[in-house]
């Protein structure tokens, strides 16, 4: 599934704004956990982060995302949609989000997409994989990369955590019975051996 890009940006000034948008993100580190956007790993050209729905109880991980910064800002950032403990990339069935987007007067608009081979892009300008769609030839990278934080990390981060946790309220749960039912006294189900 992951798709290898070379650097053909000088890799000290890439390294310089990795560093730069992860600082960014750290000063407002408390902000961010207060909405449940958690950093969980750093590793250049990387970096791993978890959604949590804290609307819920018990608080999920809804989803967990790689960002990458190869050859950033000459290129958008990368987002891909990973395992929150592996960090393996996923298939969108894998996930646990669609992140819609409502619009007023017309049907919601599902920012998470996948072509045949079946991998997640967030598809908002800013996002490389949205700027490498066929479907947004006519919208380059170059129109958004000095408008107000576009595709920046916490740019892209505030809209994951928009449309992918925030409008959380309630589990939606599936359950699948196979094999016996086994007949438990009511007293002895609650004991923890």
Same mark, same amino acid.
């Given at each position: ?17 990795? %560093?730069?948008? =992860?600082?960014?993100?750290?000063? #407002? ?6 909405? $449940? /956007?958690?950093?969980?790993? &750093? ?65 919601? %608009?599902?920012? =998470?997409?996948?072509?045949?081979? #079946? ?6 300008? $800013? /996002?490389?994989?949205?700027? &490498? ?61």
């Amino acid at each position: 599934m992951q798709q290898q890009v070379s650097q053909y940006v000088d890799e000290n000034v890439t390294r310089q704004k990795f %560093q730069q948008e =992860l600082d960014g993100f750290k000063k #407002q580190k408390a902000h961010y956990r207060s909405i $449940g /956007v958690f950093l969980l790993d &750093e590793e250049y050209p990387n970096a791993y982060f978890g959604f949590a729905a804290l609307k819920l109880r018990p608080v999920p991980i809804v989803f967990a995302v790689k960002i990458n910064f190869t050859n950033y800002d000459v290129e958008p950032l990368s987002v891909k949609f990973i395992n929150p403990i592996t960090f393996q990339e996923i298939k969108i069935t894998e996930t646990n989000t669609l992140l819609y987007r409502k619009i007023e007067n017309s049907r919601p %608009q599902e920012l =998470l997409q996948a072509q045949t081979d #079946q991998i997640p892009f967030f598809c908002i300008p $800013g /996002v490389r994989e949205y700027h &490498e769609h066929t479907a947004h030839t006519g919208d380059a990278w170059f129109l958004h990369r000095k408008r107000a934080g576009e595709g920046s990390l916490c740019f892209i981060l505030d809209n994951l955590q928009l449309y992918g946790t925030n409008p959380i309220t309630s589990f939606n749960l599936q359950i699948n019975l196979n094999g016996q039912f086994v007949n438990v006294p009511p007293n002895e189900m609650l004991i923890a051996k």
